[in-house]
């Protein structure tokens, strides 16, 4: 008996030595998680300050000041359209653009101020949200109002903020959803992906490019993690409700065959060539925000990459990363990348405040704010309506497209009541065939007082709105001679649009004709009208 137990002594039971192994490698994973934790500590938020709402309110004061000038974009010409005849979806877009532009129309029919109020507030939401994701990156108050104020002069945010066009909601989703996301890494608090699945959702309803975004970040989380977000319940359901927000639309695009695919085939093809091209791509991406202000951009690439402290968020670098290569390969437009180059100006402020504080810091903060003022001035002649309409040299324009798409549509329609009176034909007999949505845009915006006849066109979802019943004449505009010989036996040239200024955009000297005679019936002859582009 005596040697049985002193044997049982030296003896350790199974069951004993597993729990002991279970215990002590329990043990190990915290003592290591904790020596982690340590090594790469998370960075505390910066302190509050109002001063981003008040430069965000300033940009909104500004942009509202020039909204009346020059006239309507003719993507806005395109919306309002498109805002009388609201539905689930259109061939190039969602309808949230078209449904605020409906709003505004009917709140202060025909003003361009009303129109334009509801970017100017977007505009200056994303101010406040770019200093926002500087704050929860550790930023101090000189990092966030350096952060706003870069924001506010950027030449995207300044193009965006001015026109009513659906970039303008896209920024400020994109980041409104890159601020949650580094908030929920921060905090740990899963449930802000609730919130990040709404505005996603909406944002969807807009245009699709954000899905792109989550695509990235999706990849992002598998390259840099944490992994185990992709199974938290309250991410999946962020998830959820986005696709939830958005099945109204895509269950338009199923009815009607998916014209998204069609449209985005023209995109990655070239057939549109407004800031589209790989080359204008990359150069875009040292513009966007401004020349001056690429090194905070760059800046805040490197601190995302490489700064211990934000090693949580190296998701966000990395989907800044994935959504610049994703789009320059499939051939997406330059600008596509702007709400992801703020969020690099908000982590770039950061470091570039800490390095104006050492050194020669008042040398080093004067040409921070030397590079923020430059921005601004540039930015503001380049993207806004300052200079008068008449005075617009051809250099602008060859920058900022935009500028001379908004210039000169009275004038348009002008030249199109000039030929319209020298036909002697009954008004109800005829009609205006236009090569593009902004053409008939005008036409319905400042026809009428006119007299001139209902505007068709093929292009995206005007091609819906047709084709007319009958029309034994046509006034046509925006189209090669060649090409509308194909369409009618008789074709003949009838005058030109002229602006009253040398303005160089797509319009200005262009062929006004009148055809007769079309070689098929009108419903064969819209199959080869319409186009998307």
């Not at 997406?332 to 020669?360: D, M, Q």
């Not at 935009?402 to 004038?411: N, R, S």
Request: hydrophobic share 50%; proline share 6%.
């Amino acid at each position: 008996m005596t040697s049985s137990v002193a044997a049982g002594a030296d003896t350790v039971h199974p069951v004993a030595e597993t729990v002991h192994r279970r215990i002590t490698w329990h043990t190990l994973r915290r003592v290591t998680a904790t020596t982690r934790q340590k090594a790469a500590p998370r960075t505390e938020p910066g302190p509050r300050t109002w001063s981003p709402w008040v430069v965000g309110g300033a940009l909104a004061v500004v942009l509202l000041a020039f909204a009346g000038r020059y006239g309507y974009h003719r993507d806005e010409l395109y919306f309002l359209i498109l805002g009388r005849r609201l539905d689930w979806g259109y061939v190039d877009q969602g309808p949230l653009a078209p449904l605020i532009a409906r709003l505004a129309d009917t709140l202060a029919p025909d003003s361009l101020t009303a129109l334009r109020t509801a970017s100017a507030l977007f505009s200056a939401v994303t101010v406040v949200l770019v200093a926002a994701i500087a704050r929860e990156l550790g930023g101090s108050r000189q990092a966030q109002q350096l952060a706003a104020l870069i924001a506010a002069v950027s030449s995207m945010v300044l193009a965006a903020g001015h026109l009513h066009m659906t970039a303008t909601f896209d920024i400020t989703a994109w980041l409104a959803v890159s601020w949650l996301v580094i908030r929920s890494l921060r905090t740990g608090d899963t449930r802000l992906m609730l919130a990040a699945g709404v505005v996603t959702g909406v944002a969807l309803l807009n245009k699709y490019l954000i899905a792109g975004f989550a695509v990235a970040l999706l990849g992002a989380v598998l390259i840099a993690g944490p992994r185990r977000r992709l199974r938290d319940p309250w991410v999946l359901g962020g998830a959820a409700l986005a696709l939830l927000i958005w099945l109204p639309n895509l269950l338009w695009q199923a009815r009607n065959d998916w014209p998204q695919l069609e449209m985005a085939e023209s995109l990655s093809t070239g057939e549109d060539t407004s800031y589209g091209g790989r080359l204008v791509f990359v150069a875009l991406q040292f513009v966007l925000i401004s020349p001056f202000l690429v090194p905070v951009c760059a800046a805040g690439a490197v601190a995302l990459f490489r700064r211990p402290q934000w090693r949580t968020y190296r998701v966000i670098g990395w989907a800044w990363a994935l959504v610049t290569v994703g789009f320059l390969l499939i051939g997406g437009k330059g600008y596509y990348t702007a709400p992801l180059l703020l969020v690099l100006a908000a982590a770039g402020s950061v470091p570039t405040v800490e390095w104006w504080n050492r050194g020669r810091a008042a040398l080093r903060r004067g040409l921070v704010v030397a590079a923020v003022v430059l921005s601004g001035l540039v930015g503001g002649v380049l993207m806004l309506p300052i200079l008068p309409p008449d005075g617009v040299p051809d250099a602008i324009v060859a920058v900022n497209y935009d500028a001379g798409e908004t210039i000169g549509w009275p004038e348009f329609a002008d030249s199109l009541a000039r030929v319209q009176r020298s036909l002697q034909t009954e008004p109800d007999r005829t009609i205006i065939l236009t090569a593009n949505y902004g053409e008939a845009g005008a036409v319905a915006r400042y026809g009428r007082e006119r007299g001139l006849p209902r505007a068709y066109s093929g292009h995206n979802s005007m091609a819906r709105f047709g084709p007319p019943e009958r029309a034994d004449v046509v006034i046509a505009v925006g189209y090669r001679e060649a090409t509308l010989r194909r369409l009618f036996a008789e074709v003949e040239p009838a005058g030109r649009i002229d602006l009253k200024n040398d303005i160089d955009n797509d319009e200005n000297g262009g062929r006004i004709w009148v055809c007769r005679s079309p070689r098929e019936p009108w419903p064969r002859l819209w199959d080869r009208i319409r186009h998307v582009g």
